[in-house]
C-alpha cells in the first residue's frame, strides 16, 4: 500500500492521500473521549485490565497519563494480563513529540480521573447482554456536538481518540443491531480474539432488547442505547460537531466503524471531512477485518500509523509485533497527526525512540 | 481617558494600549468559570438571583446562554430581584458577534448545566462565615493550570470571565485575609452597594477561621480555603497555566482582583501577560474602586469596555446605566475581545444592536 510520511494510505488511497496532504503543518487539537461499560467485566472479554474490576480505572488512568505523564487513580500504568502496557503510551509519547494539547472527555465513567475533563451528562454503561445498555444517549450527542462546534474553532482539526475497554464487544453490537455484519471481524487487544464470547455476548443483549439483527439500521441512538456503550455518543456527538468545520481525524481501531454507522446514520454529510486513523497493527490483523466493516457503512478513508516495534529492546514493546494491543487511546491518529504536524519530521523512529524512553521510566526498566 | 476601539485604557495606559492593540485580529478563546457559594444566600448580599435560593441556578443558566442562546436549567434567563437580565445577555452577544468560541469549567457547583463543561474537580462553596468556605483548593488550581497550558495551545489567548453569586463578598474575605485594604471597594450587582454587610460577613469568617486581617498574606491557597468561594482557585489555575504562554484577559470586575491576589502570591512572573477587562459600568462606579484595589497589588493593566445603554430602547437594559448589574460573566472583557478580534467592526453601537436583540427574544419583549 502507498505511504506518505509513515503513513499507509490504507483504504481509499485517493482521498487518504489527499486528506493526509491537507494535515501537514497543520494544528491539531487532541481529544481522549473516556468511558466505562459493565460488558468489559466479562470474563474473557477484554485485556483493557489486569482483572475485570480494573477496567474501571483504565479509562481515566489513560487520561491521566496523557495529561500528566503518569497515572494518579492506578499506580504504574494500565497493562495488560502479560504485563504489557496500555498503547495510551504511544499516544502520550507522539503528542509530547508533536506539541499537539490534549481535552479529555467523559462519556460515562465509575472513576473519575484526578485531571481536567469534559463532562458531557453521560454515564457509566451497563453489560449489553440487558439490552439496555446506555441512559441519555440522545442528550450526550447534542452535548457533544455543541462542544465540537467550538473545539473546531479552536484547531485546524480535531484528532478524536477513545478509552474504553470492552469497546469491540460493544462496537459489535451496535453494528449488529444497525445492520452491518461484523460478526468475526471486530479486533481485540489480546493474541487470540475472543469471537465466539463476543458474538454470544452481542446475541443475547440482542434478545434481552428484543431485536434482531439489522433492526435498528435506521435508528443509531436506540442502537447505542440497546448494546452500545457510553464512549460512542460522545465520540460520535463531537465528530458531527466539530466535522461540519474541520477535518476529523477518527483515531482508533474496529471500535471506529461502530461510532462511524452512527453518524452515517444521523449526519453522513459531515463524513466528507472525516477519515479513521489506526495502526499497522490493526490493518494487518488476519483476526479482524476494519475495511471490511467500513465498505459496508461509508467510503471514508483509512490511514495506518506505520509504527513497529520489531526492533524495540523492550520485551513489553516488541509483544506490539505478536498483535497484542494493538491500538487505543488514539495510539494511531496521534502518531499520524504527530508526523503530519511536523511535515515529517516526527518519522517511525523518532516515535519509537521517544516510547521507549517513556516505556522505560513509567515500567520503571533500563 | 484614552480610549482604543471602543475600550476605555482605564488603569495603566501605556501596557493597557500595548496589550490591546497585540489582540487586535487574533483569535481568543473564552472560558466561563462557574460556581456557586452558599454566601450568595445571605439575605442582603447578592442580585444575581431573585431569591437566595436562585443562586444556585445562575451560572449553570449563565453558561446555558452563552453556549445554547437560552437557558434549560431554569424558564427564562436569570434576572435580578427587578428583572433586570443577567450580562451574560452582553456576553453572548459579544461572542456570537465575533464567533469566539466558549468553553465552560466548573470550580463546584450545586446545580449542574446541560451542556459540557470542564470539570476541575471542586465541591460548591461554604458560607465563608464559617471560615472553612473551600475545599481541595490546591488540587483544583494544579488541574486548572494544566488545562490552562493545553488550552492556550489552542488560542492566541484567552479571556477567562466568570459567574459566581455573592462573588464580590467572598472577594472581600480573601483580599482582607492576604492584607489588601477592600472595606468599601468591591462592587456590588444592586444599586446600592451593601457594604456594611460584606464587611459583616467578612469579618465573621476571619474570626471564626482565626485569622487576622492580612494573616494570610502569604498563603493564597489557605485564604480561599477559608473565606474565598470555588470559582477563585479554578480561575487562578487557569491564568496560571495560560499567562505563561499566551496573553490572559481576566474578564470581571472587582472579584478579578481577588484572584489576581492570588496568582500574584504564586505565580507573579505570568502576570507580565495578564491585563483586566471589565465594563465601564465598573470603572465609574462611585461605590467600588478597582482601581484602588489593583494597586496595591500588581500593576497590570485594566481595560474597561466602553458600552452604553443610555440609549437603549429597553428599560431593563438602560438600567445598567442606574449601575445594576454593571458586570459578570466576562461581559466587559467579551465585548472588549469581540472589538479586538474583528479590528473594531464590532464597536458599541453593533454591539448594543446585537444585545437588544437577544434581550427581545428571551425576554419576550419587542
Redesign the interface.
Known sequence: MKKFFDVILARNELKAEVFLKELEGK?P?FVCTIATTETAKIQGISAAGKYPEFTDYTPPADAELL??GKCKCIAGVPVTPDGIPTPALITMSALRLA?????V??GGLKV?P????????GSPGRDIRTGKAVDNVE?VIQ??S??GE??A???DYLVIGESIPGGTTTALGVLSAMGVKAEGKVSSSMPENPHGLKTETVRSGLAAAGLAFGGLANNPVKAVACLGDPMMPAFAGLVIGAAQQVPVLMAGGTQMTAVLAVINALNPDVLCNVAIGTTRWVIRDGSSDLKGIVDQIADVPVLAADIDFASSRFGGLRAYEKGIVKEGVGAGGSAIAAMAKTGGAVNKEILLREIERNYALLMGVK
Do not use: M, N, W, Y
Not at 116 to 121: C, E
Open positions: 494544528k487539537l495529561l500528566l506539541d499537539i494539547p490534549v481535552l472527555a467523559s473519575k484526578q485531571i481536567p475533563f469534559l463532562d458531557l451528562g442528550e452535548r457533544a455543541l462542544a467550538h473545539l474553532k479552536t484547531a
